[in-house]
């Protein structure tokens, strides 16, 4: 038998309100609990053999043909070729743990995870910045257009600034240790290109200034350990006045967060999901008991108090 590995990708927040677009964070519940996906991989069968289980599978193409991994595994492949890389078939099993269309990169866990997969079982001959690119590619493909607010903090964890230059896609920020991320999925889908399409092409000079101004705030703050500055700065101007209207509850959710204490509460990339951060554990496990009785809308939903994910992607050989 070939070599086998595992691969675990985690679940990511973009945008925290303050950064639409170049800002992501990689998250890890704080229980412990698994909030990201998993893949195993092994040499053998035909082509691209794909298995899917897990507790969102049933939410996912039922031809394995049309899975996202089972095209990453194919794009893989393809670039491998057209470096002379010799390509091995593969039998891979995704355990799909993340809800599609969440705001919580759950479509960048299995690109993630599926290019490392891929580039683990054929020799690990793809280079960071070529992981990298054919994770922009394919999330590109899902979402409509390449950002990288969830694919660079799963693969790379932690804080992630999205940079977009050739050869440097982001840059880690340093965030607040003692900061808690409660997050809620409401159990409802949300598209990210559905998502977009509702905000206005054009910002005003005035929406322009203010974003970059509390962006330029929140990653000064970030560097100089200003919690108190990079709280101030969290606020969205670009987004959530037109998607607010897509989550019910959201506005209450707000203020439950403000009646706790929260640092900030927003959407978690273009939602459905929500995020409110904390700095006590208490309010943070408040904040969480508050969602899971009135956000959550069905049994596809829950809540997790998290810290960043300060490792992102990872491959362990069996
Ligand atoms: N930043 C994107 C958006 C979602 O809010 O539309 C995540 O890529």
């Not at 043909?65 to 990453?72: G, L, Q, Y």
Request: hydrophobic share 45%; net charge negative; charged share 20%.
């Amino acid at each position: 038998m070939g070599q086998r590995f595992s691969v675990y990708a985690p679940a990511s927040s973009a945008n925290l309100s303050v950064g639409f677009d170049l800002l992501g964070l990689a998250l890890r519940p704080v229980d412990g609990s698994v909030l990201g996906d998993e893949i195993l991989i092994e040499q053998g069968g035909s082509g691209c053999e794909l298995m899917v289980e897990g507790r969102y599978a049933g939410l996912l193409p039922p031809d394995p043909a049309d899975n996202i991994v089972h095209e990453a595994y194919g794009l893989c492949a393809e670039f491998l070729g057209a470096k002379c890389e010799p390509v091995v078939p593969a039998r891979i099993t995704l355990r799909k743990n993340l809800p599609v269309c969440s705001g919580l990169g759950s479509s960048a866990a299995s690109v993630v995870a599926a290019v490392l997969a891929a580039d683990a079982v054929n020799g690990s001959k793809l280079s960071r910045a070529e992981q990298m690119t054919l994770m922009g590619q394919l999330e590109g493909k899902i979402s409509g257009s390449i950002h990288y607010d969830n694919v660079a903090p799963c693969f790379l964890g932690g804080l992630q600034l999205i940079l977009g230059l050739d050869g440097r896609v982001s840059e880690r920020l340093p965030f607040f240790s003692d900061w808690l991320i409660v997050v809620c999925f409401p159990g409802i889908k949300i598209s990210t290109a559905k998502a977009r399409e509702i905000l206005p092409r054009e910002y005003p000079r005035a929406t322009a200034i203010t974003y970059a101004r509390q962006l330029a705030a929140f990653v000064h703050a970030c560097h100089a350990g200003d919690e108190a500055l990079a709280a101030a700065s969290i606020s969205d101007v670009i987004a959530e006045p037109y998607r607010e209207i897509l989550i019910p509850g959201f506005a209450e959710a707000k203020r439950a967060g403000a009646r706790l204490g929260a640092v900030a509460t927003g959407i978690s990339g273009s939602g459905s999901s929500i995020f409110s951060i904390f700095r006590n554990a208490e309010a943070a496990q408040e904040m969480k008991r508050c969602l899971e009785r009135d956000f959550i809308a069905n049994e596809d939903g829950f809540c997790h108090v998290c810290g960043p994910d300060e490792q992102g992607a990872r491959v362990t050989p069996l």
